[in-house]
T-cell receptor, first 110, second 114 residues
């Protein structure tokens, strides 16, 4: 069965520091990988997806099939990046249902 | 269209009562998903519809849970004989049905079972 693991429940960094939110997955096929973000008092929203290979709000994520990882990175954290971040995977033969990790709370201190 | 909407936003009920939640997807989206999120966890998939057809329901947590999407537009999620363990945030999402289309989430319905 597919599984997504985010080993850190909380990550606290200072403004301007680099950020890396870890995500590992287990799935034998070729899943789609996503990062969703939830800012305070807002709904869950897509941040980025691996097939787009784009940078959103300065964040990037590279799919490493060998290590089955999809870590989220940003070189210089901003206070407005403080939020809950969820890594998720889906695969097309299951209606693209999302399997989420437990989430990491990112706190960016001034 | 302002996105996926859910009603009610909050529901407090007593153990043993039935509750029903509604989700209105983005109008052109033919896929609709239900997830449950408990405190400190990521969302957990429950079921999904493509148009009016419920294509996956094996993840519904028990036979007390059921969902409908009668006309392929809005959907309802019903929990019968609620238990305290049903207390959670219930999320709805919608998407187009081609490939791994982005799922857009609603604000959720927070259920508290006393």
């Amino acid at each position: 069965a597919q599984r997504v693991t985010q080993p850190e429940k909380l990550l606290s960094v200072f403004k301007g520091a680099p950020v890396e939110l870890k995500c590992n997955y287990s799935y034998s096929g070729s899943p789609e990988l996503f990062w969703y973000v939830q800012y305070s008092r807002q709904r869950l929203q897509l941040l980025l997806r691996h097939i787009s290979r784009e940078s959103i709000k300065g964040f990037t994520a590279d799919l490493n099939k060998g290590e089955t990882s999809f870590h989220l990175k940003k070189p210089f954290a901003q206070e407005e990046d403080s939020a809950m971040y969820y890594c998720a995977l889906s695969y097309s033969n299951a209606g693209n249902m999302l399997t989420f990790g437990g989430g990491t709370r990112l706190m960016v201190k001034p | 269209d302002t996105g996926v909407s859910q009603d009610p936003r909050h529901k407090i009920t007593k153990r043993g009562q039935n509750v029903t939640f509604r989700c209105d997807p983005i109008s052109e989206h033919n896929r609709l998903y239900w997830y449950r999120q408990t405190l400190g966890q990521g969302p957990e998939f429950l079921t999904y519809f493509q148009n009016e057809a419920q294509l996956e329901k094996s993840r519904l947590l028990s036979d007390r849970f059921s969902a409908e999407r009668p006309k392929g537009s809005f959907s309802t999620l019903e929990i019968q004989r609620t238990e305290q363990g049903d207390s959670a945030m219930y999320l709805c999402a919608s998407s187009l049905a081609w490939g791994a289309e982005t799922q857009y989430f609603g604000p959720g319905t927070r259920l508290l079972v006393l």
